[in-house]
């Protein structure tokens, strides 16, 4: 017969895909410019690895079910930050797309082209004399 423990050790799938697509996002992460990241450049690394850690301690320990029960935890909390920081960007987009001059908001039927670009996104004395000239 078999016990609870060879039962679980003959459940566990392989991590390695997952750890080597963590792997794979910190190294795209490492390739974007600075101006493209919303946290310090140090930030991914400390997420990629307390991510992989409790993956390579279930390999270790064999399944031992407090890695396991760490493991889940640290994929909870990840995700609710995943989650947060995606709920912040959002509202900060939100936020300045209705700081924005309107337009995007032309008469149905006319597309919202030939406009100035200068002043976009923020409403500068030099747009809003465009506007009023044109």
């Known amino acids: 017969m078999h ?3 060879q039962d679980q050790r003959l ?4 991590r390695w895909s997952v750890v080597f697509t963590i792997l794979a996002v910190l190294f795209v992460l490492t390739l974007l410019p ?18 992989v ?16 029960r760490i493991e889940r935890m640290t994929i909870i909390a990840f995700s609710v930050l995943a989650e947060a ?20 908001l032309a008469p149905a039927g ?3 082209i030939g406009r100035p670009t200068q002043g976009v996104g ?3 004395p030099a747009y809003s004399e465009s506007i009023r000239e044109g």
């Open 3 to 5: 016990s609870k423990e």
């Open 11 to 14: 459940r566990l799938e392989p």
């Open 34 to 51: 600075s101006l493209a990241r919303l946290l310090p450049s140090w930030f991914p690394y400390v997420i990629g690895t307390a991510l």
């Open 53 to 68: 850690l409790p993956m390579a301690g279930i390999r270790l320990s064999g399944g031992h079910a407090r890695w396991l």
């Open 85 to 104: 920081v995606t709920l912040t960007t959002l509202f900060y987009l939100i936020l300045e797309m209705m700081d924005r001059p309107d337009v995007g």
């Open 110 to 112: 006319h597309a919202a």
């Open 122 to 124: 923020r409403r500068t």
